[in-house]
């Protein structure tokens, strides 16, 4: 995903962890496909036999509104979940097969166009024939410079290669525009080192089973190459990743971008976190000292650093070398034979997120080629399916929902007048991007070879950190996006002061040019508001009208800022994802509020677009209602026991239930359009409600 790797510098509408595929188990009978613009619902772009009209709203609007869905969707066994975010994953994933197949119609023996290194580069994947008999052998280069380590300052340097490799690195380094100066790009380091997907899964006794899973499935990725004392080594790298767990901070903590912004210079981390050479590490990952220190190093979790270093000066070298070799294994067992690719996937995605099969190869092959060259796909994408139409009509939409932002905040009942005044100049620099950027990226220096699957992919890692190292003592380019336009999705940057919609979200029911109006404003609406209001949340409002980590606020403000967030996050601690599995209302804190806002600046938006003239009514459902129902259906979800647990302790998202029945009950005008009563379930009193935006 790009830059988008780390913690919280761009916040995203919606996790999704699952490998693409392509299905129609979350159609129905109101949903019909165009070639031009994806699914389109019909009567009025809201899926009327989705709903389970037994129910009342008051009680449980998510099911009411798309409960015969839900219940109709089968989840693939490639899947971990399965929704409308995937269904048109799904056909972006087949549009971008179709290119690539369209691409490799040519035999092509030594690729060197851009189009032709796609073309290679997936037909290499695909060539499951010659993957199989290469076994191992291409880790072994790699596998070999692990076992010729002797000192630490080597394991440093190796490490440190990993920005370039599918070598194993503890820590996280990421390029990116410096949180107090956005004009420049400074390091960011970043805790790292374990294998599962959270510190929890170490130290929590509910998730022992995985632990132990975890510790097979090293053994086994090691007895693949013929490490020796295969079994007793993968004890020692658990017990090394659990100490490393313990030092880690909490994911709630990481949301803090006042706490993760330490300026270091390598001289004092070296101070401040010994037993690990810096020094080493930065020339593996090409950096001098001198360009570490002249970029600065913003340190993410210092304790944890310091805890980290401290660790790996004290372990062994022999259990060092055992752990970067099965870290390389386990980051490019995609690459490998089916002996590899099978055992990631047992662990990886059957053990951890309860993935009954494996993914067909092609679309593992899509999905390769595009992680490598995604940029280079999404320009042959816009071209081939995304109509100047669409971009026209959102960016009209976008414009509506900044107005309607602007009045929220000139009517803002609980912030001052200087604050609120900022907070306006804010939303006046507030950019939004939609479709594609503005510039592509030049693939001439990326070598893509005939046959060398593994070779091919750590190139492209390395040319993306190439890129990216480029980047250090130039000005930041503010047209430059993090996600492709094949992405769907959308994000925030909050250096930028702006939000981004790439092209594939802006599909149905996301977005419909020929539907109902309402529904476009609950659906897209809903995610421009979500995404505006990011600016807005408990990061987000840390950030000035230049994208500057500033305290605007005055302090009165914000006090009643958290008590608000308080009262909401509350709302969402009580909320039970699976019996005795609760949502944790600090981790989501951010997209609960950006959640709330949007459905509420939604509302405000299509009000707006009437000019005072009377709401339709279609099929006896008021415009109102059409809007709720347009939010709604954009969170139409099935998920794997497995996987909502794990989704509970890392995902910053709420679950899709969530995300419907918690901001709407918070919402007046939900009640007057549903006649929700006090002895609902969903109903909450007029003090009760939470109103931030």
Same mark, same amino acid.
């Given at each position: 995903?790009?830059?988008?790797?780390?913690?919280?510098?761009?916040?995203?509408?919606?996790?999704?962890?699952?490998?693409?595929?392509?299905?129609?188990?979350?159609?129905?009978? =109101?949903?019909?496909?165009?070639?031009?613009?994806?699914?389109? @619902?019909?009567?009025?772009?809201?899926?009327?036999?989705?709903?389970?009209?037994?129910?009342?709203?008051?009680?449980?609007?998510?099911?009411?509104?798309?409960?015969?869905?839900?219940?109709?969707?089968?989840?693939?066994?490639?899947?971990?979940?399965?929704?409308?975010?995937?269904?048109?994953?799904?056909?972006?994933?087949?549009?971008?097969?179709? @290119?690539?197949?369209?691409?490799?119609?040519?035999?092509?023996?030594?690729?060197?166009?851009?189009?032709?290194?796609?073309?290679?580069?997936?037909?290499?994947?695909?060539?499951?024939?010659?993957?199989?008999?290469?076994?191992?052998?291409?880790?072994?280069?790699?596998?070999?410079?692990?076992?010729?380590?002797?000192?630490?300052?080597?394991?440093?340097?190796?490490?440190?290669?990993?920005?370039?490799?599918?070598?194993?690195?503890?820590?996280?380094?990421?390029?990116?525009?410096?949180?107090?100066?956005?004009?420049?790009?400074?390091?960011?380091?970043?805790?790292?080192?374990?294998?599962?997907?959270?510190?929890?899964?170490?130290?929590?006794?509910?998730?022992?089973?995985?632990?132990?899973?975890?510790?097979?499935?090293?053994?086994?990725?090691?007895?693949?190459?013929?490490?020796?004392?295969?079994?007793?080594?993968?004890?020692?790298?658990?017990?090394?990743?659990?100490?490393?767990?313990?030092?880690?901070?909490?994911?709630?903590?990481?949301?803090?971008?006042?706490?993760?912004?330490?300026?270091?210079?390598?001289?004092?981390?070296?101070?401040?976190?010994?037993?690990?050479?810096?020094?080493?590490?930065?020339?593996?990952?090409?950096?001098?000292?001198?360009?570490?220190? =002249?970029?600065? @190093?913003?340190?993410?979790?210092?304790?944890?650093?310091?805890?980290?270093?401290?660790?790996?000066?004290?372990?062994?070298?022999?259990?060092?070398?055992?752990?970067?070799?099965?870290?390389?294994?386990?980051?490019?067992?995609?690459?490998?034979?089916?002996?590899?690719?099978?055992?990631?996937?047992?662990?990886?995605?059957?053990?951890?997120?309860?993935?009954?099969?494996?993914?067909? #190869?092609?679309?593992?092959?899509?999905?390769?080629?595009?992680?490598?060259?995604?940029?280079?796909?999404?320009?042959?994408?816009?071209?081939?399916?995304?109509?100047?139409?669409?971009?026209?009509?959102?960016?009209?939409?976008?414009?509506?929902?900044?107005?309607?932002?602007?009045?929220?905040?000139?009517?803002?009942?609980?912030?001052?007048?200087?604050?609120?005044?900022?907070?306006?100049?804010?939303?006046?620099?507030?950019?939004?991007?939609?479709?594609?950027?503005?510039?592509?990226?030049?693939?001439?220096?990326?070598?893509?070879?005939?046959?060398?699957?593994?070779?091919?992919?750590?190139?492209?890692?390395?040319?993306?950190?190439?890129?990216?190292?480029?980047?250090?003592?130039?000005?930041?380019?503010?047209?430059?996006?993090?996600?492709?336009?094949?992405?769907?999705?959308?994000?925030?940057?909050?250096?930028?002061?702006?939000?981004?919609?790439?092209?594939?979200?802006?599909?149905?029911?996301?977005?419909?040019?020929?539907?109902?109006?309402?529904?476009?404003?609950?659906?897209?609406?809903?995610?421009?508001?979500?995404?505006?209001?990011?600016?807005?949340?408990?990061?987000?409002?840390?950030?000035?009208?230049?994208? #500057?980590?500033?305290?605007?606020?005055?302090?009165?403000?914000?006090?009643?800022?958290?008590?608000?967030?308080?009262?909401?996050?509350?709302?969402?601690?009580?909320?039970?994802?699976?019996?005795?599995?609760?949502?944790?209302?600090?981790?989501?804190?951010?997209?609960?509020?950006?959640?709330?806002?949007?459905?509420?600046?939604?509302?405000?938006?299509?009000?707006?677009?009437?000019?005072?003239?009377?709401?339709?009514?279609?099929?006896?459902?008021?415009?109102?209602?059409?809007?709720?129902?347009?939010?709604?259906?954009?969170?139409?979800?099935?998920? #794997?026991?497995?996987?909502?647990?794990?989704?509970?302790?890392?995902?910053?998202?709420?679950?899709?239930?969530?995300?419907?029945?918690?901001?709407?009950?918070?919402?007046? =005008?939900?009640?007057?359009?549903?006649?929700?009563?006090?002895?609902?379930?969903?109903?909450?009193?007029?003090?009760?409600?939470?109103? @931030?935006?």
């Amino acid at each position: 995903m790009s830059r988008l790797k780390n913690k919280v510098r761009q916040s995203v509408l919606f996790s999704s962890l699952s490998s693409l595929m392509l299905a129609s188990s979350l159609a129905t009978p =109101a949903m019909a496909a165009t070639a031009e613009h994806g699914p389109a @619902i019909k009567p009025w772009g809201f899926d009327l036999a989705g709903r389970d009209t037994t129910l009342l709203p008051g009680n449980d609007f998510f099911d009411y509104a798309n409960g015969q869905a839900v219940k109709a969707i089968t989840i693939p066994p490639d899947r971990t979940s399965f929704g409308v975010f995937d269904a048109l994953r799904d056909l972006s994933q087949k549009r971008v097969r179709d @290119i690539l197949a369209d691409l490799a119609k040519k035999r092509i023996v030594a690729p060197q166009t851009t189009e032709q290194k796609l073309a290679v580069y997936y037909t290499s994947f695909m060539n499951e024939k010659a993957v199989e008999a290469l076994g191992a052998r291409p880790l072994q280069d790699d596998l070999a410079a692990i076992r010729a380590l002797k000192t630490s300052a080597e394991f440093a340097h190796l490490i440190g290669t990993g920005q370039t490799s599918f070598q194993f690195s503890a820590f996280s380094l990421y390029i990116q525009p410096d949180a107090k100066d956005p004009t420049r790009f400074a390091l960011t380091l970043d805790q790292g080192g374990l294998g599962m997907p959270d510190r929890d899964y170490y130290l929590k006794p509910e998730f022992a089973a995985k632990k132990t899973a975890y510790e097979a499935y090293i053994a086994k990725m090691l007895t693949l190459v013929g490490w020796q004392d295969a079994e007793a080594r993968a004890k020692d790298i658990v017990a090394l990743e659990s100490k490393l767990a313990e030092v880690h901070w909490p994911r709630v903590d990481l949301r803090d971008p006042d706490k993760t912004y330490n300026p270091f210079t390598v001289a004092s981390l070296t101070e401040k976190a010994p037993g690990f050479d810096w020094s080493a590490w930065l020339d593996g990952a090409g950096l001098t000292v001198q360009q570490a220190d =002249a970029a600065r @190093i913003i340190v993410g979790e210092p304790s944890a650093i310091t805890g980290q270093a401290k660790l790996l000066g004290a372990a062994p070298l022999p259990v060092l070398q055992a752990w970067l070799a099965f870290h390389l294994i386990n980051n490019s067992a995609s690459t490998l034979s089916s002996a590899f690719v099978n055992a990631s996937y047992d662990f990886n995605r059957k053990t951890i997120a309860g993935q009954p099969k494996l993914a067909a #190869r092609w679309k593992r092959a899509t999905d390769a080629t595009d992680n490598a060259m995604g940029w280079a796909i999404g320009k042959i994408y816009v071209d081939r399916y995304f109509p100047p139409e669409s971009k026209v009509k959102m960016e009209a939409l976008t414009t509506r929902l900044k107005a309607a932002f602007r009045v929220r905040l000139q009517n803002n009942s609980w912030m001052s007048e200087a604050t609120k005044q900022h907070a306006l100049v804010k939303l006046d620099h507030f950019d939004i991007q939609v479709g594609y950027p503005k510039k592509s990226r030049d693939y001439s220096d990326l070598t893509v070879t005939s046959g060398d699957v593994y070779g091919n992919a750590a190139r492209a890692v390395a040319f993306e950190w190439r890129y990216w190292l480029a980047h250090l003592g130039k000005p930041v380019d503010r047209d430059e996006w993090d996600m492709t336009p094949q992405t769907v999705n959308a994000y925030n940057n909050p250096v930028f002061n702006e939000v981004v919609f790439p092209a594939s979200i802006l599909q149905p029911p996301f977005f419909d040019p020929h539907a109902d109006d309402a529904v476009n404003y609950g659906a897209i609406g809903g995610v421009i508001g979500h995404e505006m209001t990011h600016s807005f949340d408990d990061e987000g409002r840390k950030f000035d009208e230049n994208g #500057r980590l500033s305290d605007w606020w005055t302090k009165e403000d914000a006090a009643r800022f958290e008590k608000l967030g308080e009262r909401l996050g509350a709302q969402y601690d009580a909320f039970e994802v699976l019996p005795g599995v609760h949502l944790n209302g600090k981790l989501t804190m951010g997209e609960n509020i950006a959640d709330l806002g949007g459905l509420t600046l939604a509302l405000d938006a299509y009000h707006a677009s009437l000019t005072g003239k009377d709401m339709p009514i279609l099929n006896g459902i008021s415009g109102d209602q059409r809007v709720f129902l347009g939010w709604a259906q954009v969170w139409r979800m099935k998920v #794997r026991e497995d996987r909502a647990r794990q989704l509970a302790v890392i995902d910053p998202h709420s679950a899709p239930a969530a995300r419907v029945n918690l901001p709407a009950h918070n919402i007046d =005008a939900w009640y007057k359009a549903w006649n929700v009563q006090p002895d609902q379930k969903l109903y909450l009193s007029p003090d009760q409600r939470v109103k @931030i935006w």
